[in-house]
C-alpha cells in the first residue's frame, strides 16, 4: 500500500508549546500534502511541498521533506487550544495516477 | 455554493438496505473523490472520477459499491446491500486538473450508520 503513516498517533502538549507530527511513507512521490481535520468535519488543505522542495513555511507551519528517508514533518509552533484536530499527510505518486493516498493521522490535542 | 456539499449529512439504514450519497462538487473543478473514513481512522480511497475518462475504481471495496458522476458534475455514491462493517464516514472532494500540485477541497462528509 502507498498509504503513509502519521507518528504519533497522538499527541497532547500545552498551549503555546511547539507540535511536530512526522510522516512516513513509501513509493517515490511527486508531491506532499498536509491535510487538517477538526472532529467530525471535513478535511482543510494545509500546506503542499513538492519532491524537489526540502522545506516550506506558511504562518506558525514549518514541513520538511526528506525523500532519501521517504518521510516528512509537520511542525506547528506557539500552538493554541483551536490547532486541537487530527493532522493528515497525502501522498500524491510519479506513476501519473492523480489519486492522493492519505495516511492515519494524528491527533493532536492543545491543552489550555 | 462555494464548497463541495454532500448530502444527506448523516443517514440511518436498516442491514440490507441500499443508500445513495450524494456529492455536489466546486464549480469547475473537473476531478471528483471519494474516500470512507472510518471512526479514528485515516481515509481509504474508493473513487476517482477525471472529466469524461473513465473512473478509477480501484478502491472500492466490493461490488455492492458503485458511483456515477453525471455530467461532469454532481456524484453519487451507491451501496447496495448495506452491511454493518459499511458504516462509516463518507467523504467527497473536489480538485481542479492536474491534480499534481494542487489540494483537494473536501465536503463535510456523510455519516452512514448501518443497524
Known amino acids: 500500500s502507498q498509504q503513509g503513516e502519521e507518528d504519533p498517533q497522538a499527541l497532547s502538549i500545552q498551549e503555546g508549546e511547539n507540535a511536530t507530527m512526522n510522516c512516513s511513507y513509501k513509493t517515490s512521490i511527486n508531491n506532499l500534502q498536509w491535510y487538517r481535520q477538526n472532529s467530525g468535519r471535513g478535511l482543510v488543505h494545509l500546506i503542499l511541498?513538492?519532491?524537489?522542495?526540502r522545506e516550506k513555511h506558511s504562518g506558525r507551519l514549518r514541513v520538511t521533506l526528506d525523500t532519501s528517508k521517504k518521510s516528512s514533518s509537520l511542525l506547528i509552533t506557539a500552538s493554541r487550544a483551536a490547532d486541537t484536530a487530527s493532522y493528515f499527510c497525502a501522498t500524491g505518486d510519479q506513476t501519473g495516477a492523480n489519486n492522493l493516498f492519505f495516511g492515519t493521522g494524528t491527533r493532536l490535542t492543545v491543552i489550555p | 455554493g462555494a464548497g463541495v456539499s454532500q448530502s444527506p449529512s448523516n443517514k440511518v439504514t436498516e442491514k440490507g438496505k441500499d443508500v445513495e450519497l450524494r456529492c455536489d462538487p466546486i464549480?469547475?473543478?473537473?476531478?471528483l473523490y471519494w474516500y470512507r473514513q472510518s471512526l479514528g481512522q485515516g481515509l481509504e480511497f474508493l473513487i476517482y472520477f477525471q472529466g469524461n475518462s473513465a473512473p478509477d475504481k480501484s478502491g472500492l471495496p466490493s461490488d455492492r459499491f458503485s458511483a456515477e458522476r453525471t455530467g461532469g458534475s454532481v456524484s453519487t455514491l451507491t451501496i447496495q446491500r448495506t452491511q454493518q462493517e459499511d458504516s462509516a464516514v463518507y467523504l467527497c472532494a473536489s480538485s481542479f486538473t492536474p491534480l499534481r500540485g494542487g489540494e483537494l477541497f473536501f465536503g463535510e462528509g456523510s455519516r452512514l450508520t448501518v443497524l
Open positions: 511541498i513538492r519532491s524537489n522542495e
Open positions: 464549480s469547475g473543478h473537473t476531478a
